[in-house]
């Protein structure tokens, strides 16, 4: 069983920047694979980035390449999402969720465990 909790949402305006972080509860946490999604009003649930449990793998959605960091400290059981040069397409409730396993899946139906949700909200 694993429980996350996502913090470090809020407001900031757009070319602003904000770090989500994921706090998962549980001994095993290394051999998760991790994942951020997204899920804006009236919208389906996004893939946005995604890590392996060695950490070596990543993937990110081709919208946020280039401007999104995802990184883990297994150590800590932290997941981290760092977000740069945010635009307001970006506002949605980013969720962190976890699966068991080598590489992080792109899809929600992967995951078995989910957090509850920050919101973060670009201004323009």
């Known amino acids: 069983q694993v429980q996350l909790v996502e913090s470090g949402g809020g407001l900031v305006q757009a070319g602003g920047s904000l770090r989500l972080s994921c706090a998962a509860s549980?001994?095993?946490?290394?051999?998760?694979?991790m994942g951020w999604f997204r899920q804006a009003p009236g919208k389906e649930r996004e893939f946005v980035a995604g890590?392996?449990?060695?950490?070596?793998?990543?993937r990110y959605a081709d919208s946020v390449k280039g401007r999104f960091t995802i990184s883990r400290d297994n150590a800590k059981n932290t997941v981290i999402l760092q977000m740069n040069n945010l635009k307001p397409e970006d506002t949605a409730v980013y969720y962190c969720?976890?699966?068991?396993?080598?590489?992080?899946?792109?899809?929600?139906?992967?995951?078995?465990?989910w957090g509850q949700g920050t919101q973060v909200t670009v201004s323009s």
């Open positions: 969720a976890a699966v068991y396993g080598t590489m992080a899946p792109l899809t929600t139906s992967e995951y078995d465990y």
């Open positions: 549980g001994r095993t946490f290394s051999r998760y694979a």
């Open positions: 890590i392996g449990w060695s950490a070596v793998s990543t």
